[in-house]
Nanobody, 116 residues
Framework: QVQLVESGGGLVQPGGSLRLSCAAS????????MRWYRQVPGKERELVAE????????NYADSVKGRFTISRDNAKNTVYLQMNSLKPEDTAVYYC?????????WGQGTQVTVSS
């Protein structure tokens, strides 16, 4: 059974930082491209950052470039999203996604709220 479990969300002031983690189990993690999405009520889920299986370059939404960094530790089956210089518009539920050909898995999401 595949599980993706996000953690690290919470309430932070504008300009602050958070690091999200997504621990994967039940799959061969190194085979999967990993992505972070976010969603606010009433809007479509938005791709924030993605990292290929091995090598290659990461990609980011324009709105987070230079502030967010995606990384992965294949030994720990974990992908991270380091979020710096957070803005109120970064407030959303953040979801981890693992994709390999037709295999596509989601975590349950973690709430990030940026507010003073």
């Amino acid at each position: 059974q595949v599980q993706l479990v996000e953690s690290g969300g919470g309430l932070v002031q504008p300009g602050g930082s958070l690091r999200l983690s997504c621990a994967a189990s039940g799959l061969t993690f190194s085979r999967y491209a990993m992505r972070w999405y976010r969603q606010v009520p009433g809007k479509e889920r938005e791709l924030v950052a993605e990292m290929p299986q091995t090598g290659g370059s990461s990609n980011y939404a324009d709105s987070v470039k230079g502030r967010f960094t995606i990384s992965r530790d294949n030994a720990k089956n974990t992908v991270y999203l380091q979020m710096n210089s957070l803005k109120p518009e970064d407030t959303a539920v953040y979801y981890c996604n693992a994709r390999y050909f037709v295999y596509n898995y989601w975590g349950q999401g973690t709430q990030v709220t940026v507010s003073s």
